[in-house]
């Protein structure tokens, strides 16, 4: 058996013949704040899944040994000025999450504030839209995240963190957001919680989501421009957050970055997974066969995936944006074309040059435009556990006013992607087959969008 070890500066492989050495060829390149440069292949592959059996099913055991790590991904790939903020950060996630007291408040406030559960909802028209000649067909249900409080499912882990924050005595918080669904549930988290809120926010971003823009205002928040979109945004969060350890936090929306945020995120998303376990088992009495979401840093699709990675027979289906298409240079499909190096303090899959310089993403979906992938997400590419496909800007926005004029729902362009997808997934299902795609978030902000794409459609 062989893993990666905890590294920050260089990736050290541990192996039963050879013991602990570092890779050769490694060079980290310093281009943002916690670096990014690739990874040789010697790196890459080298690990193995331990397992667990948890209530009779087989579930991969990824952080009882080795916390942060996913095969060889993961990790803190950070300055060691910040290594004992994110120990403490991690020791209070720890504690949170036996905590009783914590518990039963974000119990409250997930069913109280957010609006859990969320509906299982059966898409009948979309169904009907994707039978056969023969009226057969699988039956397309929604996880209908879009209902959370603040329009998506970032609403659930925003809360969660924002209490972590009280809990810890910090009272500036600061994230980062690209489409501003999580800059609006993480203002309106702190709104509750009378803590100061900053959301950076990418320039180009603002001029495109500018009824997230007025609801993060309305809630309080500091908006800050930063040139570029939500990577810069990222980075800029980062750098504010570094030049006050001590009294602010950085509330992460995304299950990238270093140990403990990916888990962190992960955690307090996978209720969705859990609800759907739940609420299939009411509905016909056992497990879902397909699950499928979009897929940008990944945050709602492991929320989704997570509860069902040990279920082999459930299959998990991950839809990146293709943009312009994959031979264009202008997507931001990771998993598709990216490669493995460290980018915002965490080894995975990136989108980077020869030279380990991070490439610039594109899609129609803005949520969907970060040039990196979580962690958890990397491993399970590598393990075959998840597959993963892509759905270009013009898919997603016929997948968009299908869902309009068949069910009366507005998805969030990001979902979209993975509405798209049954496109090509549907006319490989048998009959009956009971599929679940994560409508992650409502899409009242794409409208504009929309039409200035589909001017036809108007």
Known sequence: MAYAAK???????????????????????????????????????????QAVTVDDRVVPEMEKIRPGKFGVYGGKYVPETLISCLSKLEAEFNLVLTDDQFQAELATALRDYVGRETPLYFA?????????????????YLKREDLNHGGAHKM????????IAKRMGRQQVMAATGAGQHGVATAAACAKLSLDCTVFMGSADIEKQSHNVLLMKLFGAKLVSVGGGFKDASSQAIREWVGDLENSYYLTGTVVGPHPCP??????????????????????????????ACIGSGSNALGMFHEF????????????????????GKHAATLARGEVGVYHGSLSYLLQNSDGQILEPHS???????????????????????????ATDQEALKAYQ?????????????????????????????NGTKVI??????????????????????
């Open 124 to 140: 009948e028209q979309l169904t009907s839209f994707y039978r056969d000649e023969n009226g057969d067909g699988p039956e397309i």
């Open 263 to 292: 888990s962190m995120v992960r955690e307090f998303q996978s209720v969705i997974g859990k609800e759907i376990r739940k609420q299939a088992m009411e509905r016909w009495g056992r497990k879902p066969d397909v699950l499928v």
């Open 309 to 328: 990675i040990g279920d082999n027979d459930v299959r998990l289906i991950g839809v990146e944006a293709a943009g312009f298409g994959l031979d264009s």
């Open 437 to 458: 795609v994560n409508c992650s978030g409502r899409g009242d902000k794409d409208a504009s969008l929309f039409f200035n794409h589909m001017p036809a459609a108007s």
């Open 402 to 430: 299908r869902l309009c004029r068949l069910e009366g729902i507005i998805p969030a362009m990001e979902a979209a992607h993975a509405l798209a997808y049954l496109d090509k997934l549907c006319p490989s299902l048998p």
């Open 7 to 49: 590294a920050y500066s260089t990736v050290f492989l541990v192996n039963n013949s050879k013991g602990m050495a570092p890779t050769k060829g490694y060079e980290g390149h310093k281009s943002n704040v916690w670096g990014a440069g690739k990874v040789p292949s010697s790196c890459r592959g080298r690990y193995s899944m």
């Open 156 to 163: 659930n882990n925003a809360i969660a963190q924002a209490m």
């Open 364 to 390: 129609i979906g803005i949520g969907l435009e970060y040039p990196g992938v979580g962690p958890e997400l990397s491993f399970l590419k590598d393990k075959g556990r998840a597959e993963f496909h892509t």
